[in-house]
């Protein structure tokens, strides 16, 4: 049974259902902070058995299907999403039956990496260089501008390094250009920095927008293996990053959560890579080491709840489990201040990532320099 309504229309009282569009752990986890706040779930995902669906009802259509996309908006009280790589159109269908959060038009910004990187521009946040790639005489304009070595990607439905060709001195334009397949594509000078980093904001209807901690990111084979909390970098840029993260969920008036990955130059310099606005994989050390963790918020903001404390209560370091490495789950749960978090996948592939483990820190003492 739902609480009163609140007088307040943006709000969504518990004992609402919250759609969550995607199946994934991060749907997963999602269901599972809004059942603790007293909300149901409903996802829509079209694969059986997703990890999302072992905690809450599931509706198992394709993604552009519109009569189940029809029926299912009808069955819940505010939709949202759990990843970029659904089609625009198909939450746009939600959104005329459904109130959506964050907007369609968010989701569109952020799966298409020129409308993305055109985005930050036009609010004056530095990028990577960078030109558009429709064709080969089109790449090989962009690299005569840009120079090698470059990066060439898919403009959209591209992650964890998927969709990426390293243009080289050495590369051949043409056979890079065939990987593409014919995509649009986005072709994006290298940049040489010294860490990666990523902020999330929540922002709710109100306006309110609140900042976790900016925290460092650490890849192997294109895939987040590690995060820490926080990241080694001055007060002065955890500031800028911040900053950047509020005025691109101002700017995109996002209801929700918004994570933003910045580039470090060697210079001190910050250059935004890339936004997700839903749940992101470098906030998971905030389940363990926060008031409230990156899931909870989203769900407060979502259904227009005041927003969490984003007070970071211990240091943290994030490891994912991906792939066999989820056959250290028994190891990790003798370790002390060591946190198991599994996602019900039932087969481990190379690069799936398959759970992760948060360990706890006393401030200070996260163990940085050894990792």
Known sequence: MKLPMSVDRSVIAPGATIGII????????????????GYRSHIFCPEEDCPASQVAPTTTAAYEDQAALTKFAGQVDVVTFEFENIPAESVRILSQTAMVRPNWHVLETAQDRVLEKSFFNSIDVATA?????RDLPDLVRAVGDLGRPSILKTARFG???????RIDTATALEEAWAEMRGAPAIFESFVDFERE??????????GKALCFDVVENRHRHHILHQTIAPATISAAQASQAEAIAVQAAEKLDLIGLLAVELFVTRDGR???????????????????????SQFEQFVRAVCGLPLGNTTRHSDAVMTNLIGDDVNQWSDALRQPQTCLHLYGKT???PGRKMGHVTRLFPFGRN?????
């Open 270 to 292: 910050l250059l935004v890579n890339e936004m997700a606005p839903r749940p992101h994989n470098s906030g998971h050390w905030t389940i363990d080491a926060c008031s409230t």
């Open 22 to 37: 995607g199946g994934g752990q991060l749907g997963r986890m999602t269901a599972m902070a809004a059942a603790r706040l």
């Open 367 to 371: 163990g940085q320099s050894k990792n």
């Open 129 to 133: 260089n960078w030109r558009p790639v």
């Open 197 to 206: 980093v990523s902020v999330i904001v929540a922002r709710g209807p109100d």
């Open 347 to 349: 087969e481990a592939r």
């Open 159 to 165: 992650y964890d390094g998927k969709g990426q060709v």
